[in-house]
């Protein structure tokens, strides 16, 4: 009797979809494009040779060279350089916006769904009136109290995407929760506290790391929509939305200065975009499988 090395059907099945995804070029080029973002935003001085906020009045409003490749400001200031380095500010507001919205949406939706009763009650109110605000208007009514700022905004923002990860974590941990590995995990005699951190909450939280990565688009766009309306960093930061907001005035002479962090902004969320959807995409596949 000879034992066949084929693969079976099912594996090799697997095998052409993983090399599919890895072979997709919009997948591709998404990521090496949020890794130059990545780059920017850990060592923006290794990838410009300008100061973002050094002024050159001599130097105003010079279109897209060889020297600066993305021309001059209003002030002299290399777009380039700005750009990069605004990188920094826009990756990490949006970034720390949805860290908050995911962990305390997840302790929300977590708490919600093993207390049950008046826990439950009050979250869920808690989370239809934040809901029933559009995220960006009710990040301005918050900024509005706050003040406008890094920190300000960056609370704002995640104040407002604290529903869409609770809901999604309450839903999971009322499914686990009467799930009938945890039943028998509790007839076992585990610990509340020991069931709850290992069997509850890694299968809770497993669609939180996708949620944010779509979630963090939302947010880049929400920071650098408040950061043009002025309730962001202050200028001269380099920050994008600032950075837009700087150049509207300047349109017609000097379109530059506006559109390249309009395009690097649009690139970045599409860029996350398809990442998340690749991501959701194969976590569903996964959970059919």
């Known amino acids: 009797m000879t034992l066949s090395t084929t693969l079976p059907p099912v594996s090799a099945s697997r095998s052409r979809r993983i090399l599919a995804a890895a072979a997709h070029p919009g997948l591709l080029v998404a990521t090496v494009f949020l890794l130059l973002i990545a780059f920017a935003t850990v060592s923006p001085h290794l990838l410009s040779a300008y100061d973002p906020i050094a002024a050159e009045p001599l130097q105003a409003q010079l279109p897209p060279s060889a020297a600066h490749w993305f021309g001059t400001d209003q002030l002299g200031r290399d777009v380039f350089s700005r750009v990069v380095h605004g990188a920094r500010y826009s990756i990490l507001i949006g970034v720390s916006a949805v860290v908050i919205a995911a962990v305390v949406g997840s302790i929300l939706g977590l708490a919600a769904g093993l207390a049950r009763g008046l826990v439950d009650e009050v979250v869920t109110r808690f989370l239809d009136v934040v809901s029933a605000f559009p995220d960006l208007l009710l990040a301005l009514v918050l900024i509005s109290f706050t003040g406008p700022g890094t920190y300000n905004l960056i609370f704002a923002l995640g104040v407002a995407s604290i529903p869409r990860f609770a809901r999604v974590v309450r839903a999971q941990t009322f499914v686990i929760a009467e799930s009938g590995y945890v039943e028998q995990a509790r007839t076992f005699g585990l610990a509340p506290s020991v069931l709850i951190l290992r069997h509850v909450l890694p299968h809770a939280i497993a669609q939180v790391p996708i949620l944010a990565t779509i979630g963090l688009g939302t947010a880049i ?64 596949g996964r959970r059919r499988a």
Request: charged share 10%; net charge neutral; proline share 8%.
């Open 221 to 284: 766009i929400g920071a650098a929509g408040l950061s043009f309306l002025g309730m962001g960093p202050q200028p001269p930061t380099p920050e994008w939305g600032a950075m837009l907001a700087e150049g509207r005035n300047y349109l017609r002479v000097a379109w530059w200065i506006g559109a390249w962090p309009g395009v690097v902004i649009t690139l970045t969320v599409i860029s996350v975009s398809v990442l998340g959807r690749q991501w959701q995409a194969a976590f569903e």
